[in-house]
């Protein structure tokens, strides 16, 4: 079945400092829907950002992600770390059939100190 | 925005007791899901639902069971609870389409001892 890896389980950074989250995924569907969750603490998750498009950035909030087909990865980026990005990320796959049921990796907590 | 909102938000039960967890959305969505969120693990899909009167099993169904009585209410239930079930759960509903975003509620916190 479908699965998703978040490398990661932790990630600490200094405020300014760049910020790359890691996700790969595995399924036998040749056109996936890659998305990234983000959860705040004391919050339920919400969605960051999509992408269904191969080789197409796309962005909101600060954060952009490109779904590369070719290594199966949608990897999260952000240019500049904030204080108020600390949060539990969720990259997540979405099922092929008309269900919507979505596949998260374990989550990567990031911590952004000053 | 989108609404879903879920009761109690926060549940003590005892071992073998049994625990219904509700969940109510005002979006008109067809599709709803229940969720368990524990460390390490991240979210994991118990059951889910296409429609009233509809319920699936998820990734993770053994020791729950669901119920859809309307298209704004999906509830979980815990006919024997055990501390294993001890997490915290969340409700979600999405729509199908270009979309597929799913909406949380706020969570409940189950603790089963």
């Known amino acids: 079945g479908d699965s998703v890896t978040q490398t990661e389980g932790l990630v600490t950074l200094t405020e300014g400092l760049p910020v790359m989250l890691n996700c790969t995924y595995q399924t036998i569907y040749s056109n996936p829907f890659l998305f990234w969750y983000v959860q705040h603490l004391n919050e339920s998750p919400r969605l960051l950002l999509k992408s269904f498009t191969d080789n197409k950035r796309t962005e909101h909030q600060g954060f952009h992600a490109t779904l590369h087909k070719s290594s199966s990865s949608f990897h999260l980026q952000k240019s500049s770390a904030q204080l108020s990005d600390s949060a539990l990320y969720y990259c997540?796959?979405?099922?092929?059939?008309?269900?919507?049921?979505?596949?998260f990796g374990d989550g990567t907590v990031l911590t952004v100190k000053p | 925005e989108a609404a879903v909102t879920q009761s109690p938000r926060n549940k003590v039960a005892v071992t073998g007791g049994k625990v219904t967890l509700s969940c109510n959305q005002t979006?008109?969505?067809?599709?709803m899901y229940w969720y368990r969120q524990d460390t390490g693990h991240g979210l994991r899909l118990i059951h889910y639902?296409?429609?009233?009167?509809?319920?699936e099993k998820g990734d993770i169904p053994d020791g729950y069971k669901a119920s859809r009585p309307s298209q704004e209410n999906f509830s979980l239930i815990l006919e024997l609870a055990t501390p294993s079930q001890t997490s915290v759960y969340f409700c979600?509903?999405?729509?199908?389409?270009?979309?597929?975003?799913?909406?949380f509620g706020p969570g409940t916190r189950l603790t089963v001892l």
């Open positions: 979600a509903s999405g729509v199908t389409g270009t979309s597929y975003e799913q909406y």
């Open positions: 997540a796959l979405r099922d092929n059939t008309n269900t919507g049921k979505l596949t």
């Open positions: 979006n008109n969505h067809n599709n």
């Open positions: 639902s296409y429609g009233a009167g509809s319920t």
